[in-house]
């Protein structure tokens, strides 16, 4: 079992930046690749960012390539999602997930994710 709690959401003004933190559990963390999604009222979940156990490997969803970075610190058991030049469309729930035994190569699958935390809110006002 994986336990995921994400901090750092709230609500800042178009082009503005926030750091997302994922805290996990688990003794073999640096094996998992980990991914964030977000959801917003009336869509559905979308892959924004994912990165491979050793980090070497990185996803990103088009919307956000260029103003998005997702990296991990294997010793801390963490997972973050810097965000820059925030825009109102960025508005949604962030959830981090975990894919256990899954390869580099499926890091923008989201059927290969096992593991979800709770999520945080992200507010992006025009």
């Known amino acids: 079992q994986v336990q995921l709690v994400e901090s750092g959401g709230g609500s800042v003004q178009a082009g503005g930046s926030l750091r997302l933190s994922c805290a996990a559990s688990g003794r073999t963390f640096s094996s998992y690749n980990m991914g964030w999604f977000r959801q917003a009222p009336g869509k559905e979940r979308e892959v924004v960012a994912a990165?491979?156990?050793?980090?070497?490997?990185?996803y990103y969803a088009d919307s956000v390539k260029d103003r998005f970075t997702v990296s991990r610190d294997n010793a801390k058991n963490a997972l973050y999602l810097q965000m820059n030049n925030l825009k109102p469309d960025d508005t949604a729930v962030y959830s981090c997930a975990a894919a256990t035994g899954a390869p580099a190569h499926t890091l923008g699958r989201v059927s290969m994710y096992d593991y979800w935390g709770q999520g945080t809110q992200v507010t992006v006002s025009s």
């Open positions: 990165i491979s156990g050793s980090g070497i490997s990185r």
